[in-house]
C-alpha cells in the first residue's frame, strides 16, 4: 500500500474549486509534489516545494500543506484540467520517494 | 528543450533480464540527479530507482532491491536500469525522469515518454 494516501476520485463543476488531498507521515517534514497526468502522456509537474509552479503551469494551480496533509487546489477548473493528479514526496532516508495513488479528477 | 528518449523495452521471459536506457539532451546532465519510475497498465506511478549527479547516492524500491541496478554515465549523458530476474509484476511502462536537484530525494521534473516492458512467458 502506498504510503501516501490520495482519494480516488472527484468532480468538480466547470470554473469551480477543487481540492485535492494527500496524506501521510513524511509530509510534516517534506513538502510535497504534485502531477498531472492525462491519457496516454507522460506525468507533468505542476507544483513542487511550498507552492512553486514551474514555467507554463498556470496560476489556477496551487499548492499548500497542514500537518500531515498537503493540497493541490485547482481554482476556476477548465475542461483540460481533467486528468490524474499525483502526489509525491520523499522520505528520512534521503534516497526514496514514493507517490500518492492517485486522484482522478473529472470536470462535468 | 529538456528530452529524455528511452529505449531498450520489450517482451521478456520470466526469470530473464533486460536493460534500459534513457538519452538526455537540452540541459547539463551531471549537474542533475535522476530517477527511474514506472507505471503498471491501468495503475499509478510508483518510484523505482533515483541517482544522484554523481552517482554518490542511489536509492531503490523495495519491490525492486536486489534484482535492479541504476547507473549513468555522465559522459554520454545516459542513464541505464539493468533489470534482473524480472517478474510478471515489473510490467509497466518505464519512465526517466530528471530531477530538479544534485539529490535522489528531489523533485523529478522532466520525463520520458517511456519504454515498455512486458515479463511473459
Known amino acids: 500500500s502506498s504510503e501516501l494516501t490520495q482519494d480516488p476520485a472527484v468532480s468538480v463543476a466547470l470554473g469551480q474549486t477543487v481540492r485535492i488531498t494527500c496524506q501521510g507521515d513524511?509530509?510534516?517534514?517534506?513538502?510535497a509534489s504534485w502531477y498531472q497526468q492525462k491519457p496516454g502522456q507522460a506525468p507533468v509537474l505542476v507544483i513542487h516545494?511550498?507552492?512553486s509552479r514551474p514555467s507554463g503551469i498556470p496560476d489556477r494551480f496551487s499548492g499548500s500543506s497542514s500537518g500531515n496533509t498537503a493540497s493541490l487546489t485547482i481554482t476556476g477548473a477548465q475542461a483540460e484540467d481533467e486528468a490524474d493528479y499525483y502526489c509525491?514526496?520523499?522520505?528520512?532516508?534521503?534516497?526514496?520517494?514514493?507517490f500518492g495513488g492517485g486522484t482522478k479528477v473529472t470536470v462535468l | 528543450e529538456v528530452q529524455l528518449v528511452e529505449s531498450g523495452g520489450g517482451l521478456v521471459q520470466p526469470g530473464r533480464s533486460l536493460r534500459l536506457s534513457c538519452a538526455a539532451s537540452?540541459?547539463?546532465?551531471?549537474?542533475?540527479?535522476m530517477h527511474w519510475v514506472r507505471q503498471a497498465p491501468g495503475k499509478g506511478l510508483e518510484w523505482v530507482s533515483g541517482?544522484?549527479?554523481?552517482?554518490?547516492?542511489?536509492g531503490y524500491a523495495d519491490s525492486v532491491k536486489g534484482r535492479f541496478t541504476i547507473s549513468r554515465d555522465n559522459a554520454k549523458n545516459s542513464l541505464y536500469l539493468q533489470m534482473n530476474s524480472l517478474r510478471a509484476e515489473d510490467t509497466a511502462l518505464y519512465y526517466c525522469?530528471?530531477?530538479?536537484?544534485?539529490?535522489?530525494?528531489?523533485?523529478?521534473?522532466?520525463w520520458g515518454q517511456g519504454a515498455l516492458v512486458t515479463v511473459s512467458s
Open positions: 525522469a530528471k530531477d530538479l536537484s544534485i539529490e535522489v530525494a528531489g523533485t523529478p521534473d522532466y
Open positions: 537540452g540541459f547539463t546532465f551531471d549537474d542533475y540527479a
Open positions: 541517482i544522484s549527479w554523481n552517482s554518490g547516492t542511489i
Open positions: 513524511r509530509l510534516r517534514s517534506y513538502y
Open positions: 516545494g511550498k507552492n
Open positions: 509525491n514526496s520523499r522520505d528520512s532516508s534521503g534516497n526514496h520517494l514514493v
